[in-house]
């Protein structure tokens, strides 16, 4: 059974990975089981929704560590029970924007990006601990849903949409990717504002191919990063 534990900082990124999966293993509960959980004062509590069989050969643990700040420390101590218990790979998912980005940079920096990003991993490197990774979504995960968009836009018009947000522009130059969302959504009169069931409705639209396609595109590298330690593709 491959076994694999992700940490990320809130249910938009949860949504995200689970429904990737579910496409990539397409909703066969004896291949795929996925349990989501939510990290609240240190205890884990169910969170929306598990599938799949517990005996099933590809095995995905998605915690909602319930802030960025906390993914990383929460990897670290969760660390040896996990392995323990058979998890092969221990993988973090955050956006690279967040309150310290705001205070150090007022636009996408990439250099910060580079900094933040070898911080995070000399972390795992000075706590002398294996098969722990840490990825940052640049800037927002809310990227990879831009990235998508005609998936999900659905009768809001390209004119309309191009107020906010220029399909052909460099995705990872976005500096807020989730107020883009917001805006385009907002067309239509239901602006995003990270709730479960928003994310939900645009993620039901995007199926596996779409996700191949933006891998074969590299138009995200991020994203391309994340996939290649999730080892999903191909």
């Known amino acids: 059974m491959r076994k694999i534990v992700l940490f990320v900082e809130g249910q938009a990124e949860q949504i995200f990975i689970r429904e990737m999966l579910l496409r990539r293993y397409v909703y066969d509960a004896k291949i795929v089981c996925i349990r989501c959980l939510q990290l609240i004062a240190e205890q884990l509590k169910f969170a929306e929704f598990d599938y799949g069989n517990e ?29 323990s218990n058979g998890y092969q790979m221990i993988i973090g998912l955050r956006d690279m924007y967040s309150r310290f980005y705001r205070e150090q940079s007022p636009v996408v920096d990439h250099e910060l990006n580079k900094e933040i990003l070898l911080s995070a991993r000399h972390q795992i490197e000075e706590a002398k601990i294996s098969n722990v990774i840490i990825h940052f979504a640049v800037m927002e995960v809310e990227t990879w849903m831009l990235a998508l968009l005609d998936k999900w836009k659905g009768n809001i018009s ?8 220029n399909p052909e522009e460099k995705l990872e130059e976005i500096y807020h990717p989730a107020e883009v969302v917001k805006a385009i959504t907002g067309i239509s009169g239901t602006p995003y504002d990270k709730h479960a069931s928003q994310v939900n409705s645009i993620m039901t639209n995007i199926e596996w191919n779409d996700y191949n396609d933006l891998y074969q595109s590299n138009r995200c590298p991020s994203f391309n990063s994340f996939i290649d330690d999730l080892a999903i593709m191909g």
């Open 55 to 83: 005996d099933a050969p590809n095995y995905y643990m998605i915690i909602n560590a319930g802030g960025d700040n906390k993914v990383l420390s929460a990897m670290l101590r969760r660390h040896a029970g996990l392995i």
């Open 158 to 165: 390209n004119e309309d949409i191009l107020q906010y947000f």
